[in-house]
C-alpha cells in the first residue's frame, strides 16, 4: 500500500512519448506531456516537482524530489478572454484574468494577462507576479493570492507568461541583464510602461514578486530596471545576474548558480546591478528575499550572496540589526533587517519553494 501510494506521483514520468527532448528543453515535471527523455550528451534533471531540463553533461545537481507548495490548478480557458491594445483601464473586463497584447516592444513575445478588481484605487498600485518554471500566467493566477486581495486593496496585477519552452524566465541573457537590453525582462516592462501610460497606474507604485523562475526574474526586473520598480519580494530566488550565461540560449539553466557555487563579494555582486543601468544614480527598489535552507533547487547559498549583493548596493552592515521570528509565520522562520530597504527572511527546513506571504508582500509594498 505504502509503497504503491509512494509511486504514483512519479508515474507521469515515465510514461512512454516519441521523441526527446533537446538541449536544455523541458523533460518532465507536474503537468508536462512531452518527451521525458534527452537526446544525447544531455541529462534530464528534476529541478523541482514542476520542472526537469535536459542539462548538457552529466553535471547535475541533486534529484531529490521535493514537494510543491504552490498549487497549480488551472482554471478554464473561458476564464480568460483576449483583446487588442485597450485605451484606458476601463476597457478591461474586472475580477477576470484577461490577455492583453500590443502593449509595446516585446522582443521574446512574452505572454500578458492583466487582472483588475472590482473596485480599483485612484492612480491605483500595479504588482507583476511572476510565475516558476513549468508554469504559466493562469496558473500563479489561480495558485495565488494576489487577484483576490487586489478586490480588497484596488490594485492591478500583471501575470506575465513566459514565451519560452519549458516557461522558465531567461534571466541569463546579457539582453535581459540590461536595461532596455532586450528579451523578457523588456517584454514585461513595456507591459509596465503601457500601464502607467493607459491605465493610469501610479508610477511611482509599481512592484515585483515572483517564486523560483520568477524570483530570479524578480531580481532582474529590480537590478535592471530600477526607475520602474520601487520594491521586490524574492521568493526562492538568486542575486541579480547570478544565472548569467552570455552566449548561450536565452533562457538556460545556470547549474554553477542553482546549486550555489557561484561565491562572490557584495562589491562585485553589487557591480553586476551597476552594470546593468550604468548611469542610474536613482534608488534601488525595496528588496524583500525569502528562502528555505533546505533548498535542493537553488541551493540556499543563493540567500546568502543575495544578502551580500543588496546590502552594499544599499550600503547596508553586513551583518542584520535585528533578526526576530514573526508571529504570523511557522516556527523556524526568521526576519532579519538590514535597513528600511532589504529584509531576508530565512525559513528552517523549507525547501522549493517557500510558500507565499502575500499579506505580508502588501503591507512591505506599503498597499496593506
Ligand atoms: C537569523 O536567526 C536565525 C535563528 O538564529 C538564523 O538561523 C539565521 O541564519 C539568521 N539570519 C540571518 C540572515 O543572519
Ligand atoms: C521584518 O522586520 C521588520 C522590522 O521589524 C518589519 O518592518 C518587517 O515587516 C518584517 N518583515 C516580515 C517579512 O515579517
Redesign the pocket.
Known amino acids: 500500500m505504502f509503497k504503491l501510494a509512494a509511486f504514483f506521483p512519479v508515474l507521469p514520468l515515465l510514461r512512454l512519448v516519441a521523441g526527446q527532448s533537446p538541449e536544455w528543453g523541458q523533460c518532465g515535471g507536474i503537468g508536462w506531456t512531452g518527451a521525458t527523455t534527452c537526446v544525447s550528451g544531455t541529462m534530464c534533471t528534476e529541478y523541482s516537482a514542476y520542472y526537469s531540463q535536459c542539462i548538457p553533461g552529466s553535471a547535475a545537481p541533486s534529484t531529490t524530489p521535493v514537494t510543491p507548495t504552490t498549487p497549480i490548478s488551472v482554471p478554464p480557458a473561458s476564464s480568460s478572454t483576449t483583446t487588442t491594445a485597450p485605451t484606458g483601464l476601463s476597457s478591461i473586463p474586472a475580477s477576470t484574468l484577461h490577455q492583453i497584447t500590443n502593449f509595446g516592444t516585446n522582443p521574446t513575445n512574452v505572454g500578458m494577462y492583466v487582472y483588475k478588481p472590482a473596485r480599483v484605487a485612484s492612480n491605483p498600485p500595479l504588482i507583476v507576479a511572476s510565475h516558476y518554471c513549468g508554469g504559466t500566467a493562469q496558473a500563479y493566477y489561480s495558485g495565488s493570492k494576489y487577484a483576490q486581495l487586489a478586490e480588497t486593496y484596488g490594485y492591478v496585477v500583471l501575470f506575465p507568461s513566459s514565451p519560452n519552452s519549458g516557461t522558465c524566465w531567461d534571466v541569463s541573457s546579457t539582453a535581459t541583464l540590461t536595461h532596455n537590453g532586450g528579451s523578457d525582462s523588456l517584454g514585461i516592462v513595456s507591459a509596465v510602461r503601457y500601464a502607467i501610460s493607459n491605465w493610469g497606474v501610479d508610477a511611482g507604485r509599481v512592484f515585483a514578486a515572483g517564486t523560483s523562475s520568477g524570483a530570479m526574474m524578480t531580481s532582474v526586473l529590480a537590478g535592471a530596471y530600477p526607475d520602474v520598480f520601487s520594491a521586490g519580494v524574492v521568493d526562492s530566488g538568486v542575486a541579480f545576474g547570478c544565472f548569467a550565461l552570455p552566449g548561450q540560449p536565452d533562457d538556460s539553466w545556470n547549474s554553477q548558480c542553482s546549486t550555489g557555487e557561484e561565491i562572490l563579494t557584495g562589491q562585485q555582486w553589487a557591480q553586476k546591478v551597476y552594470a546593468a543601468y550604468p548611469g542610474y544614480t536613482g534608488e534601488y527598489p525595496k528588496m524583500?528575499v525569502w528562502h528555505g535552507t533546505i533548498d535542493t533547487t537553488l541551493y540556499p547559498e543563493n540567500f546568502w550572496e543575495e544578502i551580500k549583493q543588496w546590502t552594499t548596493v544599499f550600503d547596508y552592515p553586513s551583518t542584520p540589526i535585528?533578526n526576530?521570528s514573526?508571529s504570523y509565520?511557522p516556527q523556524g522562520y526568521s526576519?532579519a533587517?538590514y535597513g528600511p530597504r532589504f529584509?531576508a527572511?530565512l525559513a528552517q527546513n523549507v525547501g522549493h519553494t517557500v510558500p507565499l506571504f502575500e499579506q505580508?508582500y502588501l503591507?512591505?509594498y506599503g498597499i496593506a
Do not use: C
Open positions: 524583500q535585528s526576530v514573526e509565520l526576519n533587517t529584509q527572511i505580508q503591507e512591505f
